[in-house]
Structures are given as structure tokens and as C-alpha cells.
Antibody
Framework: EVQLVESGGALVQPGGSLRLSCAASRFTFSTYWMSWVRQAPGKGLEWVANIKQDGSEKYYLDSVKGRFTISRDNAKNSLYLQMNSLRAEDTAVYYC????????WGQGTLVTVSS | DIQMTQSPSSLSASVGDRVTITCRASQGISNYLAWFQHKPGKAPKSLIYAASSLQGGVPSKFSGSGSGTDFTLTISSLQPEDFATYYCQQYKSYPWTFGQGTKVEIK
């Protein structure tokens, strides 16, 4: 069964940095677009960023552009989200999702930005 | 940005009911629309892609229709495990956007 496991969430102060990881298994990771999607407390789902199979194309939500960087390591079957200059409004559960149609999701990792 | 508007925002229904959720895009998105089911503390689950194609392993009681700006998700006979929040999402253009969600509750 396809598996996506996020990690790296933590409590961080405003202005701080965090790197999220998503470990993929049981499918050919290098052949899929991958995405990050978040859900703030009590809110709906919000797409954050995605990356093409070879990393040559990346797209971001306007509010995270210049602060977040999506990347991947196909040799390690891993997706990453480097989050800098974190704000309180970035507090959310962050999910990774597979493919253009987001057909498979991880369980999420919680990021809390607070002093 | 393309805005996705779902209706209703919430609904109460009984086991066995037929439920329909609608999603409207602020501009045409062809059939680049997906539907997801989300339960608290769980991973979102993909139900429908390309507006009407059922994801593998998803029961046929779920169906999707529509194209352009107007879409629907139908659950033919609601079961206890179907009580959840449902989201539509467009992936026609960036930024990808979700509807605000429809919470399906037990009557």
C-alpha cells in the first residue's frame, strides 16, 4: 500500500525556521508530482506548494513565496518543505500529497508558530 | 485566483439518505476538479478526480459530475462512515484552490 509519512513539525517562534519531510514508499516516487497542503486550526484545506517529478518546476501559494521552498530527493524517496520567516498564520497541520490529482495523502505533521 | 464555492456549508442527513454537494468555480476549469473526504485527525481521502472519475478503491456510492464552472458530488446512500467534511479542489491553474468544505452530520 502506498505510504506517505510526514515529519518535522514542531513549536517554533515567529521568525523561526523549520524543515518538513515526507517519506514516500511503495510507489515509484520519481514519477509523480508532489504537493504540500495545510489545514490551520478550525479552517479548511489550503494548497501550499508543489513540485514536478524532476524538480524543474515549482509553484507556491502567494503568501509563502520567498519564505518557503519545496524540494525533493528522488534517490531518497523524500519530499521537503523548508519554511523560513514563519508567522503565526502558518500554524497548521501540513500534509504531503501525491500526484496532480492528490490521490494519496499522509497523516500530517503539526507546525505551531507561537512565542 | 479561481474561487471555489461549495454549498451547503453543512448539512444534516440520515443513514440511507441521498446527499448532493455542489461546487462552483469563479471561472471555467474544464474538468480539473477533485473531491476529498476529510475526517478529524485523519489523512484526507481522494474520492473523485477529473470531475467524475472514481479513485481506485472508492465505493461506487460516490459519484461526481459537471464541467466548466458547476460540479456536484453525490453520495447515493449515506452510511455512518460517510459522516465527514467534503472538499472540492480545482487544479486547472495556480494557485490550486479548495472550496470551504461541506460538513455532513448525522440527523
Amino acid at each position: 500500500e502506498v505510504q506517505l509519512v510526514e515529519s518535522g513539525g514542531a513549536l517554533v517562534q515567529p521568525g523561526g525556521s523549520l524543515r518538513l519531510s515526507c517519506a514516500a514508499s511503495r510507489f515509484t516516487f520519481s514519477t509523480y508530482w508532489m504537493s504540500w497542503v495545510r489545514q490551520a486550526p478550525g479552517k479548511g484545506l489550503e494548497w501550499v506548494a508543489n513540485i514536478k517529478q524532476d524538480g524543474s518546476e515549482k509553484y507556491y501559494l502567494d503568501s509563502v513565496k520567498g519564505r518557503f521552498t519545496i524540494s525533493r530527493d528522488n534517490a531518497k524517496n523524500s519530499l521537503y518543505l523548508q519554511m523560513n520567516s514563519l508567522r503565526a498564520e502558518d500554524t497548521a497541520v501540513y500534509y504531503c500529497a501525491r500526484g496532480i490529482d492528490s490521490d494519496c495523502w499522509g497523516q500530517g505533521t503539526l507546525v505551531t508558530v507561537s512565542s | 485566483d479561481i474561487q471555489m464555492t461549495q454549498s451547503p456549508s453543512s448539512l444534516s442527513a440520515s443513514v440511507g439518505d441521498r446527499v448532493t454537494i455542489t461546487c462552483r468555480a469563479s471561472q471555467g476549469i474544464s474538468n480539473y476538479l477533485a473531491w476529498f473526504q476529510h475526517k478529524p485527525g485523519k489523512a484526507p481521502k481522494s474520492l473523485i478526480y477529473a470531475a467524475s472519475s472514481l479513485q481506485g478503491g472508492v465505493p461506487s456510492k460516490f459519484s461526481g459530475s459537471g464541467s466548466g464552472t458547476d460540479f456536484t458530488l453525490t453520495i447515493s446512500s449515506l452510511q455512518p462512515e460517510d459522516f465527514a467534511t467534503y472538499y472540492c479542489q480545482q487544479y486547472k491553474s495556480y494557485p490550486w484552490t479548495f472550496g470551504q468544505g461541506t460538513k455532513v452530520e448525522i440527523k
